[in-house]
Nanobody
Framework: QAQLVESGGGLVQAGDSLRLSCAAS????????MGWFRQAPGKEREFVAS????????YYTDSVKGRFTISRDNAKNTVYLQMNDLKPEDTAVYYC???????????????WGQGTQVTVSS
C-alpha cells in the first residue's frame, strides 16, 4: 500500500514556473507507474502526465506538452511535475497517483494523494 503526499503548489502569475513534488511511502514505489491529475472547480479530474516505473516512458495531455515535465527519483520515493509557462487555465488542485500499470486512465490508479492547489493569475 502506498501513501502519497504532494507539495509545491502555490499562487503564481502567468508565465511563471512551479515544481510539484509527491513523496511516497512504502518499499514498492519503484514498481508503480505514477501520474499527475488535476481538478478545476466544477470540472472532472483530468489526466495531466504519467511516467512508467523505470522512467523509460512518459505521456502528457496535449494542453501541457512542451510546458510540463514529469520525472521521478526512485531512490527518494518521489515523483515531480515541473510546470513552466503556467497559464490561468492550469489553475486546479493537482493530485499525484500510483498505479500498478503505466496508464493515463484515472480508474487504473489505486492510490491518491490529498492534492495541492495551484493558482495562476493573469
Amino acid at each position: 500500500q502506498a501513501q502519497l503526499v504532494e507539495s509545491g503548489g502555490g499562487l503564481v502569475q502567468a508565465g511563471d514556473s512551479l515544481r510539484l513534488s509527491c513523496a511516497a511511502s512504502g518499499r514498492s514505489f519503484g514498481r508503480y507507474g505514477m501520474g499527475w491529475f488535476r481538478q478545476a472547480p466544477g470540472k472532472e479530474r483530468e489526466f495531466v502526465a504519467s511516467i512508467s516505473a523505470g522512467s523509460m516512458s512518459t505521456y502528457y495531455t496535449d494542453s501541457v506538452k512542451g510546458r510540463f515535465t514529469i520525472s521521478r527519483d526512485n531512490a527518494k520515493n518521489t515523483v515531480y511535475l515541473q510546470m513552466n509557462d503556467l497559464k490561468p487555465e492550469d489553475t486546479a488542485v493537482y493530485y499525484c497517483a500510483a498505479s500498478t500499470v503505466y496508464s493515463s486512465k484515472r480508474e487504473e490508479y489505486r492510490y491518491w494523494g490529498q492534492g495541492t492547489q495551484v493558482t495562476v493569475s493573469s
